[in-house]
């Protein structure tokens, strides 16, 4: 199975600030990755596709890079409504795997 | 809009078969351009994929070696719902269940899943 290995944990910024999470595969999935959202009790929301194809209806904020093992999403000018936990999740092979995911708090 | 809409018993006991229902509207189990993902996620064990079923003129049915021996994944094209059954349920199998849907961008792959149900909490307990 391919792990993915997600960091900060957790982080804390201040509204319109810049954040980076990276996400880092234990071996090559090409583009292969997206990243979601998750707000507590709430279905998780699609953000990116294909590690920098932004979903339909995500915010434009909101922006992917990487390819082979090594990925970022990367938060700009952060809204109180970001808060949330974000996950990445491999889609080269099955079994699919995720993230442990990293917390954003707003401060 | 896609709406999924998850159902089914939030508390079974140990040795039971767990059975879940996802609804579908705004689109078609049958659709070939989508396949139809379960996935739960605890706090012990994160977020784990267990399995997909898609139709493609026959249906195709891909599980997690974790939970092979147990799980069903069932479409029901005449309720336009996908169904999932574990059987032989510990109190390890507690988690939120949610059904997901791969949309079919390249054909021949694994898709990227574009839209999540709201997900149904399932407690395995004595």
């Known amino acids: 199975d391919i792990q993915m290995t997600q960091s900060p944990s957790s982080l804390s910024a201040s509204v319109g600030d810049t954040v980076t999470i990276t996400c880092r595969a234990s071996?090559?999935?090409?583009?292969?990755l997206v990243w979601f959202q998750q707000k507590p009790g709430k279905a998780p929301k699609s953000l990116i596709y294909a590690a920098s194809s932004l979903q339909s209806g995500a915010p434009a904020h909101f922006s992917g890079s990487g390819s082979g093992t090594d990925f970022t999403l990367t938060i700009s000018s952060l809204q109180p409504e970001d808060s949330a936990t974000y996950y990445c999740?491999?889609?080269?092979?099955?079994?699919?795997?995720f993230g442990g995911g990293t917390k954003v708090e707003i401060k | 809009q896609l709406q999924l809409q998850q159902s089914g018993p939030g508390l079974l006991k140990p040795s039971q078969t767990l059975s879940l229902t996802c609804a579908i509207s705004?689109?078609?189990?049958?659709?070939?351009?989508?396949?139809w993902n379960w996935i739960r996620q605890s706090p012990s064990r994160g977020l784990e994929w267990l399995g997909r079923t898609f139709y493609r003129s026959k249906w195709y049915y891909t599980y997690a070696v974790s939970v092979q021996s147990r799980i069903t994944i069932i479409p029901d094209t005449s309720k336009n719902q996908v169904s999932l059954q574990l059987s032989s349920v510990t109190p390890e199998d507690s988690a939120v269940y949610f059904c997901?849907?791969?949309?079919?961008?390249?054909?021949?792959?694994?898709?990227?899943?574009?839209?999540w149900g709201q997900g149904a909490q399932v407690t395995v307990s004595s």
């Open positions: 999740q491999q889609y080269n092979s099955h079994p699919l795997t």
């Open positions: 997901a849907r791969e949309v079919t961008l390249l054909r021949g792959v694994i898709n990227p899943i574009d839209y």
């Open positions: 705004g689109d078609s189990v049958s659709s070939d351009n989508s396949a």
């Open positions: 071996q090559g999935i090409s583009n292969s």
